[in-house]
């Protein structure tokens, strides 16, 4: 009896957790060993991580069971933490074991971009994980509760610095001004202790981002109290506050690093050719001169030919590439069908400003307030409906459009 080829996924995000999804309804376990490995049980929502790391949404929201969205009848699912890839061996090691494959699916996500800042990684908080957002809002409520409780005011624990203005520095900035003044009810104290201040190194916030919305949503969270300091580069982060390229010292207990993403590590130290951590694919999502190995997600770059620039790593890019990597894995098991090129289809950014606030661009038509808002969360809800259709969006979805 002919053996089964085997699929090996690696990293549940948006990515891989579709690419499993996509695989199981186009029947391919039956054609092939399908395995997805993770370090949790649970896939979780990386577009909605700001909303629990400042307390506007509970972090039980954003993550699902894999086992509640994957059928593992289909799909074998390991808990494991992927250490390296052995791409001659045709192997993947795991902290605890290691799985052989024929094709392998790389959708390991990303890690913080600290671009070598000075102690960044030792006093900085992420917004990267259930665990990491978990512990800021933990910590920010912590830096509440203690400042009336001390006979001595501390400033620094009521100023929070959010380091980049970028998309995920901007929504967390939009949700944290929306939080504090309950925080203020709730500890007892006078909203104008508390201060947030947005750090962006580039001339503008939201890079990329149309200037209308831009200004749209800065005067908004301007009027909500937030501070911004643009074209100001971070020379250090210390266990009190930032030091700035000019100068200034603002003193913090609270440094949230949100300046962008590079590539899990374990690309390069596996082998593969990266820049920031992310492999420069075929068309077809195949690492160059692998022609068993597909890189999606965040560990994979695609060029945008009309500015010659790279995409940014988004949600909507991995889930398109997870339906082109399902499509062309199909081809390559059953030989029906042909290999697929990868063509981003990008239907629209909105970026959440908290509460019923947000801004975006959808096709070429601005949209702005409560209005993008309603389209931030009917994005929310197709994804959960693609990936479990209308029971997981009545259990996990954002139902309150209006």
């Known amino acids: 009896m002919k053996k089964k080829p085997r699929i090996v996924i690696l990293g549940a995000g948006y990515a891989g957790i579709m690419t499993a999804s996509r695989l199981t309804k186009a029947g391919m376990h039956h054609e092939a060993d399908i395995t997805l490995v993770n370090k949790h049980n649970y896939h979780y929502q990386t577009t909605w991580l700001h909303e629990p790391a400042a307390g506007t949404l509970h972090h039980d929201k954003t993550r699902m069971k894999i086992e509640n969205v994957i059928d593992t009848n289909k799909v074998n699912f390991v808990k494991g933490a992927v250490k390296t890839i052995d791409r001659e061996g045709k192997k993947v090691l795991l902290e605890n074991g290691e799985l052989e494959y024929d094709y ?6 990303s890690v913080p971009e600290t671009f070598g800042i000075p102690g960044v990684q030792e006093h900085a908080f992420a917004i990267r994980s259930v665990n990491s957002v978990r512990l800021i809002r933990e910590h920010i409520e912590y830096k509440f509760a203690s400042y009336n409780n001390e006979d001595e005011k501390h400033d620094e624990y009521l100023t929070f610095v959010v380091a980049g203005a970028g998309f995920t520095g901007i929504e967390f900035v939009g949700e944290l001004s929306e939080r504090v003044p309950e925080l203020c009810e709730e500890y007892d104290i006078d909203r104008d202790k508390v201060r947030i201040v947005s750090v962006e190194a580039a001339p503008t916030a939201l890079p990329g981002f149309d200037e209308e919305l831009v200004e749209y949503a800065m005067n908004l969270l301007e009027s909500r109290g937030v501070e911004f300091k643009i074209n100001t580069p971070i020379k250090e982060v210390t266990e009190n506050g930032v030091l700035l390229d000019d100068g200034e010292e603002i003193k913090s207990h609270t440094v949230v690093w949100t300046t962008g993403v590079r590539g899990n ?7 593969f050719e990266a820049m920031r951590g992310r492999v420069k694919v075929e068309k077809d999502l195949r690492a160059p001169d692998h022609d068993d190995v597909f ?3 965040d560990c994979s770059l695609i060029i945008n030919e009309e500015i010659n620039r790279p995409y940014p790593p988004t949600a909507q890019i991995a889930i398109q590439q997870a339906y ?15 290999m697929e090129a990868f063509e981003p289809d990008i239907k629209g950014t909105v970026a959440s400003l908290g509460g ?14 409560g209005s993008a808002s309603a389209v931030k969360k009917m994005i929310d809800n197709r994804y959960l409906f693609m990936l479990g259709g209308m029971p997981l ?10």
Request: proline share 2%.
């Open 104 to 109: 392998l699916v790389v959708g390991l996500g």
């Open 265 to 271: 590590p374990i690309i390069e130290n596996s082998g």
């Open 295 to 297: 890189i999606i997600g």
């Open 324 to 338: 082109t990597c399902a499509g062309n894995l199909k081809h390559l098991v059953t030989g029906k069908g042909e």
């Open 356 to 369: 019923k606030e947000a801004i975006g661009l959808v096709g070429s038509k601005k949209v702005y307030g």
């Open 393 to 402: 969006v009545l259990k996990k979805g954002k139902l309150n459009i209006f």
